[in-house]
């Protein structure tokens, strides 16, 4: 069915270090994804998207990777700063169905 | 930037009251999307808008709930009467195609049913 789901619920990572937030996703007929960030109290935010014929797209800091293979979609934060702090979602969409479906999201905190 | 404007902000009604909620989407996106987000959880479609017409309702519990969107611009959601378990933010967004990832989103309205 349309479920996407993350392996963590939370990430802690250092400042400046790099972070790794996860998001399995279970419909093979989803051909388009997208990584949104939510700061608290507002609503989310667009990040990165990436289309199934990719397996890799990039951005200003953020990477975006696809495994259609395992139904895994990762998005990569490097040198993290205290202003990425926030829930990070990833969504899919159904090919045909026109609706973008929600993960439950990944809260990251930045140590000092 | 445009933005998409969400009232009220904030929402406290108790059980069996009637709210309403209102969107006003970035100029020229005729594609309009309310969203619920129960704390903790990702935002789950309610109804999709092209223009005027309801594209999608289907998560919408009709029961309770109603949205429209009249003049194919703003639009508002309704609940009545509310039940504790609609206490959530309610979020809307927007897309200038019929379908686009790319979704903006205004800050929401958060409820409390008591």
């Known amino acids: 069915g349309e479920s996407v789901g993350l392996h963590l619920p939370t990430l802690s990572v250092q400042e400046g270090d790099n972070s790794i937030i996860n998001c399995a996703y279970s419909?093979?007929?989803?051909?388009?994804f997208i990584w949104y960030k939510q700061e608290s109290g507002k609503g989310p935010q667009f990040i990165i998207d990436i289309r199934s014929n990719m397996d890799k797209r990039q951005g200003q800091r953020v990477t975006v990777l696809l495994n259609k293979t395992v139904k895994h979609l990762s998005l990569q934060i490097a040198a993290t700063q205290p202003g990425d702090s926030a829930v990070y979602f990833c969504?899919?969409?159904?090919?045909?169905?026109?609706?973008?479906?929600f993960g439950q999201g990944t809260r990251l905190t930045i140590n000092p | 930037e445009a933005e998409v404007a969400q009232s009220p902000r904030y929402k406290i009604t108790e059980k069996s009251q009637a709210v309403a909620f209102w969107c006003d989407p970035i100029s020229g996106h005729a594609t309009l999307y309310w969203y619920r987000q129960i704390l903790g959880q990702g935002p789950e479609l309610l109804v999709q808008f092209q223009d005027e017409s309801v594209v999608d309702d289907s998560q919408l519990p009709k029961d309770r709930f109603s949205a429209e969107r009249l003049k194919g611009v703003d639009s508002t959601l309704k609940i009545q009467p509310a039940e504790l378990g609609d206490s959530a933010m309610y979020l809307c967004a927007c897309s200038s195609g019929r379908y686009t990832g790319e979704l903006f989103f205004g800050e929401g309205s958060r409820l409390t049913v008591l």
């Open positions: 419909n093979s007929a989803s051909d388009y």
């Open positions: 969504a899919e969409n159904v090919a045909g169905a026109q609706k973008l479906v």
